[in-house]
């Protein structure tokens, strides 16, 4: 790589987790991938081995389609849980319906993302039961057809697993199928202390998108289908959407070392160990507002302008003034350590005087 | 990785330049790309780095989108240039009419595929003069709107500068905007001895399909766009159809790193080599029919149907009788060796008698 | 005709306006263009006759496409503004938004519907100033690319000229196109007093759906599109659309005759009397809130339980708590006289004791 | 309607059925239809009625959707029947596949139009054979879903009831479904004598696009289903497609009154008397080469150069030219008379010296 590359230091970097690198031994599982032939188009043993780790830890046999993008995923499953004419509800701050260009649109065909509001950036019960019933039968409007839940949430809150049973139950007892967009899957795993199956089959959860990118992979998210039923139009539509890739084993390998000796779940205990260090460090100083107690790896709060503009100064990278004027977001990754947390806590105090 | 990945040893691998893995400058690069955080979605760089890299190359400003597939490098480029009452004249052989899935029609919104004959996977120019014009202006019919170039073709056959000058002439001079899939563009440009900019722009090609996974990357190609005017509905295309990686740092490492030191056309040309070395070899085994002079890292040829079969037996991977009855086709990688080869035709030669 | 048909009488009809049937003029025209042999597909002197007098009304020339219905008049214009990762900014309440089953985004090819509020089914025009330039730019999000405004709106109101103006201009400034959905258009120009071009072109509207099957046609409303570079792209679409009707004479004599010594306009005048004789007789009547005075030919007031009981007892029709409990919507057409409102005020006075 | 409207006489109308205007009865229908008011959408009983004549001719319930053309009648049955990754196989002469903008493309999401050759613009069977089970579970190809019957053909043959049931056979064999393009139905049903369910779902089909437009009604078509699966979503995917039409009665009316005594048939045996009666005449002709017997109302035929433009002199209007140099395409109507056949005989002979 060229000597010009300069990178943020991870005491710097706040934007999203997205921002952080990949865990060695997924960098080391891909170079190690690097040798040998073997079949292209997932026909491979490490999407065979990533298929069954997948299979193990859900419980049950799935159907698994590796893509390069969580738009990707999101938009294919819900490609395959809903027609053009129907609708997916979900919350009006989740990713799909306001940060995607509008992929569900495209990969559905022209469905309708239908905001359904709540709070903490989740859908209230109450809330989903009219809506999923709103002009149910009626020609003239768009059929209410898949339920779409965050898991965790855009906000860094995550749904108990008696919220999302609640959910499924609305969906599924009104005939809509229910999709979870799991970007950030091992997050809200960690803090919830729930199996995968818990979180998702068992709480009625039919089609998963992956997340894997944010906590520790490169290129590599799943689809994880739980109704059989499904594989085969998820196949097409992925091979269609430009997303079944030749070399697919670099895909798998990122999934499969994720899977491998519990990575994937030190990574979120990691991050959102640091927010939670973050969040209690925010507390005692004065003038920050926490919006909310993160859950997950992100943190909303309130800093005074003198603090962001002396962060910034400084170097960090955040998110600020972009959902309302002093609101700040911070986002913790499995490559932040308590050192960098105290030194952001350090900075925000000395802004503060 | 787990221990139960077998891998075929590349001696016997002829399925496809998709079953090589990636070359080691290029896995070293991904590896050393996962220390540090930098700015997601291509903000990072990694991207901007690949992109003077392809400026130089090509001599000229571009606009680079890496994706994470040859369709959807495709399928995006000719969305660009065909409305959705378009249709895209191509060889019936090539890639987007043949084996996408109808990736093209996906993301066009609904563009028709027409098919132009021509020997050798190659485009007549003639019959692309009356295809350019046909029903041109008549709203009951689709409306000719890009031509598609495959180079090197999909049955190994390459266009020269004068060949890819006069289908772009025909297509400019009624309007039409002319693409190339350039899935095995390195292979194509080694032998012709060519520019990057002769074999594009300069010969009036629009929007470049830029391969790299066939040759050395592992889950990278790009979209090179030599019209400004088109970046911005590419950019929002690319994000749309879930290609905007959030780590997009991995899939320009994998670019940077292929077009570092010649690294691309070193490979290109070792495909290409092995692959005249197999011809050359065929050529002087009774019985054995090269379908054509292979240009690029493509052969075709009719095989007895005892040497397929004791091919197979062996272990060896490739397409047969797929085509039509008794035709083999035999792919070479940069990771090819001579000995591979010769170990190949010592075996047709085993069988043969 | 079966002698089984039975229709319901006017003085009943309050659904909507598409209970009318058609003015006799229209049915006579229709009829009369029955008889003899012209050239299919629109290029018939029917279309042409139709087309000039569009011209002449809006006072320029106009590029005119029948179509069968108001959903493809709006889905067509609104394709023909909007790309697929674009969207259109209407009220919540509009049409396109809420009644068409997902036909902007069929049309469109996916784009996003974004709901603008403000009173009386009117966009705000300060909430429009922040919602055109929302993300503009930002690859995560669809780009505002349409404002659509309706006129009449849904609810009866009427935009002054001033405040389609001021509408068009705030996105105009900002780069948007502006769509006016008037499938109520004459019924608006009765209540403005204003010249078609006046309420369109001249007030910065770049394609209007020309309603006339409300207002007294059968099965024809129009695309006028002001923008000469339209043209050819809303020709193939409708084309592609099943919108290019053979024989378009059909279509285009009921728009002819529509405007042909003011039929268009007196039909409108007479269902705008009808709804204001309507609203005043109701102001009389203690325990009917009128919602709004109505300017056009809808009226929403709230009606005691007993009294729309009654009513629908005595076979009227109307739409009934259908956006609240209580609330009750009436819709004039030309076709109701004096008489039949009168009857209608009878019945309310008389279930109202 | 304006004195300035020139009509062609029938007596030189043969460039499409289309050309003719409406049976009387039909306009006489639609204008009684023009009095009263009935409910919206289709709920009325102009529709119930056109429902009950179809359900009776077919010999069992059928779903039935009016729309407004041929093109959105194709269109929606396809998208009913085919998956956006599937292929509709039908005749390279289909009017799917050859004149309609790519509708078919549009409505389907994208589906790929595949042509399966065979002589008189009919399926071969046995290619039909071969490409039902093309890459059948490929995912790199587009998956063969529904075949499209013309019933007549676009070159005026008829297929017989046991060609049909050939054809229906082999696609229901491999999975496919099958839809009948029924354009001119009628012309096909005189000719054969057969009954509408012989032709149709006795015969294997699913769904049918029952033409009335060509054959004296107006701008009506109907989409008729045999398949009650299939029933909500022609009704979401019409309505969405802006084919639900508000005043539904007047296509409605159309239809009921085509089906109404026995019109559509004597309509038809007319329009194909006359065929025959000018293909008989032309055999009498010296240098007039008749393509093939007509076996509905469409004829094609090579005539002498002199013998084309000495007629285009005379005001007749014809296709020529079109599909090869020479050849002209004549289409009687029913609005044609012998007299009228005998005139264009007459002046063929005058030319023909």
New interface residues.
């Given amino acids: 790589?060229?000597a010009?590359?300069?990178?943020?230091?991870?005491s710097?970097?706040f934007?999203?987790d997205?921002?952080?690198?990949?865990?060695?031994q997924?960098?080391?599982?891909?170079?190690?991938?690097?040798?040998?032939?073997?079949?292209?188009?997932g026909n491979d043993?490490?999407t065979d081995?990533a298929r069954r780790r997948l299979s193990e830890i859900f419980e049950r046999d799935v159907d698994v389609f590796p893509?390069?993008?969580?738009?990707?995923?999101?938009?294919?499953s819900l490609a395959a849980l809903t027609?053009?004419?129907g609708?997916v509800l979900s919350h009006p701050d989740s990713h799909i319906n306001?940060?995607?260009?509008?992929?569900p649109?495209?990969?559905?065909?022209?469905?309708?993302?239908v905001g359904v509001p709540g709070p903490d950036s989740k859908i209230d019960p109450e809330a989903l039961e009219a809506a999923v019933r709103r002009r149910a039968g009626d020609?003239?409007?768009?059929?209410p057809s898949a339920v779409s839940i965050s898991q965790a949430t855009e906000s860094g809150s995550v749904h108990t697993l008696e919220e999302i049973r609640r959910l499924s139950a609305v969906a599924k007892d009104a005939g809509l199928r229910v999709h979870m967009d799991g970007a950030r899957f091992a997050n809200a795993l960690d803090h919830l202390g729930a199996t995968p199956a818990e979180m998702t089959w068992k709480a009625g959860i039919d089609v998963l998108s992956f997340g894997a990118?944010?906590n520790g992979a490169?290129?590599a998210d799943a689809i994880v289908s739980f109704d059989p039923a499904l594989g085969a139009?998820l196949?097409?539509?992925a091979?269609?959407?430009?997303?079944?890739?030749?070399?697919m084993?670099?895909?798998a390998?990122q999934i499969?070392?994720y899977l491998?000796d519990g990575l994937w779940l030190r990574n979120a205990r990691q991050a959102n160990a640091m927010a939670t260090r973050l969040g209690d460090g925010l507390k005692t100083i004065p003038g920050t507002g926490l919006l909310a107690t993160p859950q997950a790896n992100i943190l909303f709060c309130r800093l005074p302008q003198q603090v962001t503009e002396g962060l910034l100064a400084e170097g960090y990278?955040f998110y600020h003034d972009r959902w309302e004027p002093g609101i700040v977001r911070l986002v913790t990754a499995f490559?932040h350590s308590a050192d960098d947390i105290d030194q952001l806590l350090d900075a925000v105090r000395r802004h503060t005087h």
């Fill in positions: 790589m060229s010009t590359i300069v990178t943020t230091p991870s710097r970097a934007i999203s997205n921002m952080a690198g990949a865990s060695p997924i960098a080391q599982a891909v170079a190690d991938a690097a040798a040998g032939q073997v079949l292209p188009y043993p490490y081995s893509v390069s993008t969580g738009s990707a995923a999101n938009g294919l027609p053009p004419w609708s306001h940060d995607e260009c509008g992929a649109e495209f990969f559905t065909g022209g469905a309708k993302l020609v003239h409007s768009v059929q990118t944010k490169m290129t139009e196949a097409f539509r091979k269609r959407a430009g997303q079944l890739a030749a070399k084993r670099f895909h390998a499969d070392a491998t990278v490559s």
